[in-house]
């Protein structure tokens, strides 16, 4: 669709002066994490939990943007092809900006990218991916202006104007105003287009609809004229900035809706086109996408997903009612069909969790005063061990209770809590626990399983979901203790952190009594607390006799070989431990460890039951963070290789050798395996 020969509307690159900074955007790095698996789970992602923040419904009735005629929150995604003569007067002018950067690419990506790029502009047709939000408020603001910095109801100036700047809090799924940049990222010319309409009877500065085009490039030349690397497709006043449009003002709105296929009449909510997608962006991986990220909170009832492929015409539909029959169909991909077993579970315990009225086992809460620990008395008490273990042994499903205090360095506290649900495993297994934030899959929360049991961790209480909240990175997969918003806020707060994660485990294991999940260790080890070498007593082995082995007469069994004189010595320090070289030789006479040795040394806070080497995770301690001090005396700290929970060492004077390392929590007991020998190093 054409638009009228009246309309100014157009793509403008702002040109650079002496004190714009030539800066390049590097928001999608923040998404390329491990769980973030395809470029559908950035999109959903981003887009899902900001439109669920943005329920109109759940706003205020005095609000002049409630709207609770909507609900619940609805979103739809569509994957189609366009002509691109249909969009000349909407991209056509950009096209001399996107290859103008290519010489400020390194030589490689200089030919990777402009051969790309010149293939997709001589490409007839145009795939795209429209998503489209229904039953929120839509952007509010004036869009008229770029400069106001105002937090209440000004998600249009943030959403245009800013980078890496939010109106949101921890409280909210997202809070770092990084996100947007997947719309630029998920085109493979880094450009998108969004359309808005307001809630309410009378929103501010009217109803809308307002469109505007956003490119993300690189600072680039044309002619003998520098541009920043921002464009905006809108009007601009004055030649000072360049703002979103009304239908008053230009038909980019109706453009859209026509050639885009836009759901949207006059529904309140936000709209967003990014053309030029890449090939491997499908319906399917969409629909596969929100099972993975969002099938919780679809089946609690608080979201509705309508998935389409615009060029077959086929339709996913998510809620409630449907979800269990999507997952059915997914099911027939044999590549899927392990992730897609696991989300079935998964999603049974919700359901159960939100409509089967469980009866919560409740734990104790733990003392304010004490860094957080699953071990301390008062969180399990012995009636509570009782009855979780009647639990893990008979009924299939079970929910637990976990109260928590959140303190705040500067003072002040709130009690909250997070709840833990337990379905029991077909076929036993060890299964990654699942972690949800007010309807959030935090994916990468922790990496530890959980033997014959899935799990479902919900934080949806106010104060920890704030905490928790403050100590996830913009891509919200996991959470950490170093965010800007989360370090040293909180009393205790890394451990706090520690103690969520390992919630679900940790429960099985206290429950038990013998400290264990089911899990058994495998790898000997050192503790301060036992500084002997930590080996589970071995069990009576009987012969073919049926006698013990070693008291038959028949088997003649040999006496065991004498014990092997230890290769280290080891020595306690108050948040750490010193480790020496023994003075103990081999058959002929040589030293144990020779000159010249490298070691490898791991370590890992001490736990009551399973292998403490394999329940480590970074964010429990990294030796290689400032706050440790290693020294070694006859020996080489390889700084470059000691990073996380293991240790690299040369041995250059074994009788001298010794190696001190300090930083540990002093309130936790340190693991220390035996240190193995670096062949061919």
Sequence with gaps: MKREKEDTVSWYFPKRTPNNKATEEHGAEFFATESI??????????????????????????DPYFDDSTKPVRVCFGVGQV???DIENEFGAIWEHVLATGPSLDGGRQDTYLKRWKKLQGSPQVRYLTIEDFGTTGLRGNPDDAMSDAKENNEMYYFIHTSGLSTKTGADKGNWGAGKSTYYYVSEVNTFFLLTVRSGLEPEFGKGPFSIGLSSLRPHTLGET?????????????GDGVYPVSNQESNL???????????????????????????????PELVM?????????IVWGDLVVEVKDNETNESWQLSSDTIFEVLEKFAEDENIKKEISELHAVLELARWAREGDPEFVELGLHRRDAQPKWSSPEVLEEPQKEKLLELINGPNKFAVRVPVSVVLEGGGSEDSHFDVYFLAAEGGGSVIPHFYRTGLRISEAS???VRKFHSLVVIDD???????????PPSHVKWEDQTLGFRGKYKYGPSWLTFVRKAAREILAQARHDGSDGDVVSKDYFSRRDPGSGKEPKKPVECEHGILKKTCEVCKTPPPPPPTPPWFSYGGLKDGFSLKVSDNEDDEGKPLVPDGTELLIEMAYDISGGNPFKSYEKYDFDISKPNFDIKVDGGKLLKKKSTENKLYVTVKTSQKFKLQIRGFDPLRDVAIADPVVVDGE
């Design 83 to 85: 002509n691109k003569n």
């Design 226 to 238: 520098q541009h920043l690397a921002d464009g905006y497709f809108g009007k601009s006043i004055g």
């Design 462 to 472: 106010k104060p920890l979901v704030e905490m928790l909240g403050d100590a996830e």
């Design 289 to 297: 996408s929100v099972l993975r990220n969002y099938g919780v909170v």
């Design 253 to 283: 709105s109706t453009v859209l809706m026509s050639l885009f296929k836009f759901k949207r009449q006059e529904e309140s909510g936000l709209s967003i086109v990014a053309p030029y997608i890449p090939e491997e962006l499908t319906a």
């Design 447 to 449: 990496n530890e399983s």
């Design 37 to 62: 698996k395809t470029a559908a789970d950035s999109i959903v992602r981003e887009f899902v939990q900001n439109s669920m923040d943005a329920s109109s419904s759940k706003l205020d009735p005095a």
